[in-house]
């Protein structure tokens, strides 16, 4: 069974900056990728940025050069830092993990944009 719990939510002025983690529990393996996804309301699920099991990074173009993604596999955790957050950011972040064909879930965070 693999648990994910985000941390690091909350409101900040447009331009501000916020780092999101996500600690995973349970069979994580090596080989796994990680990611982050946000939906707004009213809106679908949107990819945000994903990092492979050897830290290769892909990007969405919205967030490409303000977001940076990390991991750290010992501690079997995975971040986001975000910079110069605009109003349009504001969303629920959730953290995913594929791995075994099999797609996991955290609950997710909420970041609010807004001056």
């Known amino acids: 069974q693999v648990q994910l719990v985000e941390s690091g939510g909350g409101l900040v002025q447009p331009g501000g900056s916020l780092r999101l983690s996500c600690a995973a529990s349970?069979?994580?393996?090596?080989?796994?990728?990680m990611g982050w996804y946000r939906q707004a309301p009213g809106k679908q699920r949107e990819w945000v940025a994903t990092?492979?099991?050897?830290?290769?990074?892909d990007y969405a173009n919205s967030v490409k050069g303000r977001f940076t993604i990390s991991r750290d596999n010992a501690k079997k955790t995975v971040s986001l830092q975000m910079n110069t957050l605009k109003p349009e950011d504001t969303a629920a972040y959730y953290c995913e993990l594929t791995q075994g064909g099999r797609d996991y879930w955290g609950q997710g965070t909420q970041v609010t944009v807004s001056s």
């Open positions: 349970g069979s994580i393996f090596s080989f796994s990728t």
């Open positions: 990092i492979s099991s050897i830290g290769i990074t």
